[in-house]
């Protein structure tokens, strides 16, 4: 229930594109206005039942509770508030791709009993484990007979153009996506596409008709008048049949494998090695108890299943290897594991950024858990991008109140590649420095010595 | 000459593109109105071809398998 029911609370910064409504939330709890310009189509939405069927089926997220503000001039819905809220820059190819067909499967079936999508922003759909789920129940309202399907340049560049560019060109969507933050624009994409993938139908509508038409109506505005002219719902309906038909048969070009996506079956563990690391954190996660977990350089999300199997609810791995997040994401659909994957580049997590420079939050802002697992991560940021010791053990407990950190020492095989070319610059990295620097800011609850190398993992607790 | 006719094909293109208010908050974007105006038509066209091509390819299944059964006995 409302504890009062007027807008008061602090408007969520990314929620202010369409009149329909806004978000913001109060406390811990999230709330969603619907205003005047709004109303119509919400109670439409409402009264033929379509909010219910999507909720139940799990959708679109809840809606608690319902009342009018106290002045009457919106109505305020509380929303079921998600776990996580990510970008589609951190999705890798699978989850984009499940993303895609998720939306044009929803604005099908939406089509279907007389509704529609006003938007196609990537950013109305979030994720529950691998499970995508729609968040802004204002895009759904009425279909009007002959009216056009609004989204499409905008479903093209926030879906379809960033999973071509990894499709076609091998290039993964993430760092460009996060750059432009609206997705890839046609035009871009337009501009480098070899000729050869410009000759079949899809692409030569959907991107160089379309550049083409958008670059030539772009002046001259002014000339013209305004005419009727619709377009049928069967059309309609067969260019988001045909665009989900080419979406669902896209995959990865991978024409190389990455550095890491083989890790989970050729690192430098034995089996007895890897089976203490597995109790180690089996053991962490039954004492510590955290439910939600943040897996840094989560690889293939091994560890993950493990936390997810010791008794946590909910994980979100990071790891910045394209392809090993693609197997993560595999692995977590088939196993029906609670397993987000997510890509990551440490050195350079997702800032604050947009409108005001809040209207996408960053990693450090969202991604907070009760547990952090950061196994076989730290050298990678230590040696190889020389983060001082106390920055990066600082860094991992803003991540988490409790965790297991992996120290991985000079001795070790990885890191002894690391420094093959390079001048050793790390007089004090070692395991005893390590742990000097975590006591200051943790309390080591355990330690154990897990590979010959002398790879050890601390559990621990941050001091209050 | 080559200009009329970019000038008066832009025109047609753009009469198309500003026909009908897409009830939208956001600029759905003229490349994709036009577009949508040009292959509706045939995305429907090939929704329908596709129904007589599965059609087909059934009745040919369907030939096959029956055959198959007569076979069987």
Redesign the interface.
């Known amino acids: 229930m409302l504890g009062a029911t007027s807008v008061d609370g602090v408007r969520i910064a990314g929620s202010f594109?369409?009149?329909?409504g806004y978000v913001f939330q109060r406390g811990d709890r999230l709330y969603r206005a619907v205003t005047k310009h709004g109303a119509a189509d919400y109670n439409a939405a409402k009264a033929a039942g379509i909010l219910t069927w999507l909720c139940d089926d799990r959708r679109l997220v809840r809606i608690l509770d319902e009342q009018p503000s106290s002045d009457g001039s919106v109505t305020v819905l509380e929303v079921e508030r998600l776990p996580w809220i990510t970008h589609p820059y951190e999705w890798s190819f699978q989850l984009l791709k499940i993303a895609a067909l998720f939306h044009l499967d929803l604005h099908l079936d939406l089509l279907d009993r007389g509704f529609t999508l006003?938007?196609a922003t990537a950013y109305n759909v979030q994720f529950v484990g691998t499970n995508p789920i729609f968040i802004d129940h204002l895009s759904i309202?009425p279909y009007?007979a002959?009216?056009?399907?609004?989204?499409?340049?905008?479903f093209?560049e926030q879906f379809l153009t960033p999973l071509l560019l990894r499709s076609y060109l091998d290039v993964p969507h993430n760092a460009w996506y996060r750059g432009s933050m609206e997705g890839i624009a046609?035009s871009d994409l337009a501009r480098i596409l070899p000729i050869h993938k410009k000759l079949s139908w899809n692409v030569l509508?959907?991107i160089v008709?379309?550049?083409?038409?958008?670059?030539?109506?772009?002046s001259?505005?002014k000339?013209?008048?305004?005419?009727?002219?619709?377009?049928?719902k069967?059309?309609?309906?067969?260019?988001v049949?045909?665009m989900r038909a080419w979406i669902s048969r896209l995959q990865p070009a991978d024409r190389k494998k990455t550095v890491w996506a083989d890790y989970s079956l050729i690192n430098t563990y034995r089996d007895a090695e890897r089976q203490a690391k597995h109790s180690f954190i089996a053991d962490y996660v039954r004492a510590a108890g955290p439910k939600t977990v943040i897996d840094l350089g989560c690889n293939t999300g091994e560890y993950s299943e493990r936390a997810l199997a010791s008794g946590a609810t909910s994980v979100v791995g990071f790891d910045f290897d394209v392809q090993a997040l693609d197997r993560a994401c595999d692995n977590a659909v088939s196993r029906k594991l609670n397993l987000l994957p997510l890509f990551l580049d440490a050195r350079n997590p997702s800032p604050n950024q947009g409108w005001m420079g809040t209207e996408r939050l960053g990693f450090s802002e969202r991604m907070k858990a009760d547990g952090l697992l950061a196994l076989a991560f730290e050298h990678h940021l230590a040696i190889a991008h020389n983060v001082p010791l106390d920055q990066l053990v600082q860094w991992f407990l803003l991540v988490a109140p409790t965790g297991v950190i992996e120290f991985v020492p000079k001795s070790d095989p990885t890191v002894q590649r690391m420094l093959a070319l390079r001048e050793d610059i790390f007089p004090n990295y070692d395991v005893h420095e390590f742990e000097r620097i975590l006591t200051t800011h943790a309390v080591i609850e355990r330690s154990e010595v897990v590979s010959q190398s002398g790879r050890t993992l601390f559990q621990f607790r941050r001091s209050s | 000459m080559k200009n009329k006719i970019?000038?008066a094909?832009?025109?047609w293109?753009?009469?198309?593109?500003?026909?009908?208010q897409?009830?939208?908050?956001?600029d759905?974007?003229?490349?994709?109105?036009?577009?949508?105006?040009?292959?509706?038509?045939i995305?429907?066209g090939?929704?329908t071809l596709s129904v007589y091509f599965q059609r087909v390819k059934v009745f040919f299944s369907g030939r096959g398998k029956s055959r198959k059964s007569d076979a069987d006995r």
């Open positions: 594109r369409d009149p329909a006003s938007d309202r009007r002959g009216e056009f399907w609004a989204g499409h340049r905008q093209c046609v509508t959907n008709l379309q550049d083409k038409f958008q670059a030539g109506t772009s001259e505005e000339r013209f008048s305004v005419k009727e002219r619709k377009l049928p069967q059309a309609f309906l067969a260019m049949r045909q | 970019t000038v094909l832009s025109g293109l753009f009469l198309i593109a500003f026909t009908n897409a009830h939208a908050y956001l759905p974007g003229t490349g994709s109105m036009i577009l949508q105006v040009v292959i509706g038509g995305a429907m090939f929704a």
